[in-house]
């Protein structure tokens, strides 16, 4: 099992950004797909970017590309998520997940292929 730790949202006005972190305490191994999903209410599960820790390749969703920067810092097993320009359709909640051993590839942004995910932190965008 790989806990995740999300940390980072809350309430900003349009155009103000927010760095979202997501720690995996304990878990060493550095060849994963890792990365952010959003869920607005009423609406799926969404992809929002996805790093391969092994190797840096970034995946991103269009509606986000040019505005977020998904990072990582492998000695602290941590994944960030930096988010400007905001707009009020990026408020959702947003979920932290891990795809343990593998490359992101083209199904990155496919929600059932991760297999843990955080509690979630709640990004509102006024």
């Known amino acids: 099992h790989v806990q995740l730790v999300e940390s980072g949202g809350g309430s900003v006005q349009a155009g103000g950004s927010l760095r979202l972190s997501c720690a995996a305490p304990?878990?060493?191994?550095?060849?994963?797909?890792m990365g952010w999903f959003r869920q607005a209410p009423g609406k799926e599960r969404e992809g929002v970017a996805t790093?391969?820790?092994?190797?840096?390749?970034?995946y991103y969703a269009d509606s986000v590309k040019s505005r977020f920067t998904i990072s990582q810092d492998n000695a602290k097993n941590t994944v960030y998520l930096q988010m400007n320009s905001l707009k009020p359709e990026d408020s959702a909640m947003y979920y932290c997940?891990?795809?343990?051993?593998?490359?992101?590839?083209?199904?990155?942004?496919?929600?059932?292929?991760?297999?843990?995910w955080g509690q979630g932190t709640q990004v509102t965008v006024s």
């Open positions: 997940a891990i795809r343990p051993w593998t490359i992101c590839g083209g199904n990155w942004y496919v929600a059932k292929t991760f297999t843990y």
């Open positions: 304990g878990y060493t191994y550095s060849r994963n797909c």
């Open positions: 790093i391969y820790t092994g190797g840096g390749s970034t």
